[in-house]
Structure formats: C-alpha cells, structure tokens
C-alpha cells in the first residue's frame, strides 16, 4: 500500500528488534511507501536503510519526526530538532515530553502525543 503524498520520517530510536515498536514504525512507514530515515546513535543498518547517528547528518527537508526515545534522550535532541525543523513531531506512547513540545510548538512545529502505528494504520499519517 503506497500513500499518495510520500512524507520523509525519520525514526528516532529506530531498533531491528521486530519486537519493539520503533522497529514496527520502520516497517509500516515503508510500507506506506514513506521515505524513512532510522536515526540511533549504534546501529548501522534497519531493514537495509543506512540509520544515521545524528539528526545533524540530514540536509533534506523533513516531513516528520517519531520519537520513541523517552524524555531523557529526547530533550537531548531539543536544539536539533528546533534546527532541523520538520514540520511535525510525534511523540508516541512513552515518549512524552512535555518542555520539548512546548519548545518545539513555540518554533510552530506542530506535535502530536500519537502513535505512529496507530496513524498509518487509520489513513490519518
């Protein structure tokens, strides 16, 4: 199933457990026929998609950005994002981080407390 308007996303946390959901959001993304970006500062490779340790490595314009790092990793990631200034934000479950919305919301990027999976799967991505 291919989405009519491909968005570029970048996953943070991205993991190759097939368990953990980050892992499940790579999948279902490119599924949707979305541009994925797997960002985790570890790994070298996602279902055959070079991660990225950093988001200073994306020159790109960036649709979207799904978080499932908790708060402590994410507010690292504050002045990054409010850099690379995608036009969303999503906070999945457990990955809530309430001074970082507000940052990032401040710098009119939209954020959303959803879950991908959830959002692919209802057409609402």
Known sequence: MHESNPQTVVVVG???NPERYANKAVRALLDHG???IP???ALKEVYGLQVIKTL???S???NTVTLYVNAVL???LRDSLLDLHPRRVIFNPGAENTDLRIALERENI???EACTLVMLGT???
Do not use: D, M, N, T
């Open 74 to 76: 994410s507010s690292k």
């Open 123 to 125: 057409g609402q991505f």
């Open 39 to 41: 960002l985790h500062p």
């Open 56 to 58: 200073e490595e994306i």
């Open 60 to 62: 790109e314009e960036v």
């Open 14 to 16: 991205a993991s190759p």
């Open 110 to 112: 939209e954020c959303l």
């Open 34 to 36: 979305h541009r994925v």
